[in-house]
Structures are given as C-alpha cells and as structure tokens.
T-cell receptor, first 122, second 117 residues
Framework: QQQVKQSPQSLIVQKGGISIINCAYENTAFDYFPWYQQFPGKGPALLIAIRPDVSEKKEGRFTISFNKSAKQFSLHIMDSQPGDSATYFCAASPEYVLLIALWVDSNYQLIWGAGTKLIIKP | EAQVTQNPRYLITVTGKKLTVTCSQNMNHEYMSWYRQDPGLGLRQIYYSMNVEVTDKGDVPEGYKVSRKEKRNFPLILESPSPNQTSLYFC????????????????FGEGSRLTVL
C-alpha cells in the first residue's frame, strides 16, 4: 500500500515530441504528488507538484495529469528538448496539515517512485 | 547562495574502515534527510531529522548512524562499511517536513559517490 509504481524505467523521445511518465499508487491517504528532476551529476530538484483537488496542473511545457479514481498521475513534457534529458522521480505522501505543534507526527515521509531516465534525441 | 553541501563528493574506502559523510545547509531548514540512490531502486531514505536532536530511521537504516547536534549539520556515519553500501548518497533539507506542500520542497546536495572495496 505504501508503494508508488513508476513507468517506464527508461524513455527515448525525439526532440519536439511528447514525453509521458506514469505513476500509480494504492494508498488513498496520499494527497500530495511532487515530481523531481535530476540531471546527471546533480541532486534531484522539485519540478512540479499537484494535489488531488485538481485534475491537471501546468507549468510551462510540464503538465501533471491526475486521475484520482484510478489512483494514477502522470508527467507530460510537451515539445521535449535535449535539455530535458534527466531522470524523473514521482513521489507521493499524505499532506500533513499542521493544526498543532509542527513536529508532533514525524511518520509522514515521501514515498518515491523508482525513477525514469529520459533521453531526448536531437 | 542557498545550498546543501556534502563532502566528500567521491570516496573509495575498504571494508570496515569507519567513515563520515558530512552535510551542511545554510537555509535554516528544520528537516534534513539522507538518501541512497541505486540503479533501478530510485531514492531510498536512510535516516531523517525533523529538528535538532530528533532523528528517525528511514527505509534502509541498517549499517548507518546519524546525529543532529546543530541545525545546519547532519552527518552520515558508516561505522563499518561493507561493499553493499557502495552507492550514491544524497543529503536533502527542507523548511518543514517533506509532506508540507511547497514548504516541504526538498533541496538536495550534489551527492557523494561511495565505493567500498
């Protein structure tokens, strides 16, 4: 129930094409879904995130689509560019809304997908 | 410049020789965490700390120790490294816990590649 399954493991897309990476989860308590982007030799960095109150979030060429009933979410990269070549990680967690002391419950952590290595061919 | 700094970036050591990977952040973040990254396994959390003197185990804590004596530093200690600890290690920090929406955005260091012979 705690897993996030990410696919594909690797993906090659022609420049200008659409890259699509999918993630699926089982825990219905998950309500925060970030995507992290990692360039070779660097640490991951937050790319975009979504909560399930919306079905889609767009930031530039990057779009997250969210299907709550199917418990799936995906990252779409439009007009893919060679500079988008990186490893992409999806993640999920329950978002802990703080009503009392911030550090009361330390059990909520991100559950990570295994990553997708994306290569954009020129 | 806001950053998470890890040292060393590369290390080759031998089985059983104690080593420490340091991590320091200059963003006054409460939360810090260590991950290891292995091909096909993604990011696996080793230990995390919600605040000074507060640490907890992640998914793969065996063979590792941490301490959080100061807010900015969160060293990872391998008391007796073994070859199965050969990996790429990342330290990360966030203003609040990672499930706190945007305030939980994780900032990662550039990684420390460790090889244990």
């Amino acid at each position: 129930q705690q897993q996030v399954k990410q696919s594909p493991q690797s993906l090659i897309v022609q420049k200008g094409g659409i890259s699509i990476i999918n993630c699926a989860y089982e825990n219905t308590a998950f309500d925060y879904f970030p995507w992290y982007q990692q360039f070779p030799g660097k640490g991951p960095a937050l790319l975009i995130a979504i909560r399930p109150d919306v079905s889609e979030k767009k930031e530039g060429r990057f779009t997250i689509s969210f299907n709550k009933s199917a418990k799936q979410f995906s990252l779409h990269i439009m007009d893919s560019q060679p500079g988008d070549s990186a490893t992409y990680f999806c993640a999920a967690s329950p978002e802990y809304v703080l009503l009392i002391a911030l550090w009361v419950d330390s059990n909520y952590q991100l559950i990570w997908g295994a990553g997708t290595k994306l290569i954009i061919k020129p | 410049e806001a950053q998470v700094t890890q040292n060393p970036r590369y290390l080759i050591t031998v089985t059983g020789k104690k080593l420490t990977v340091t991590c320091s952040q200059n963003m006054n973040h409460e939360y810090m965490s260590w991950y290891r990254q292995d091909p096909g396994l993604g990011l696996r959390q080793i230990y995390y700390s919600m605040n000074v003197e507060v640490t907890d185990k992640g998914d793969v804590p065996e063979g590792y120790k941490v301490s959080r004596k100061e807010k900015r530093n969160f060293p990872l200690i391998l008391e007796s490294p073994s070859p199965n600890q050969t990996s790429l290690y990342f330290c990360a920090s966030s203003l609040m816990g990672p499930t706190s929406g945007r305030a939980g955005e994780l900032f990662f260091g550039e990684g420390s590649r460790l090889t244990v012979l």
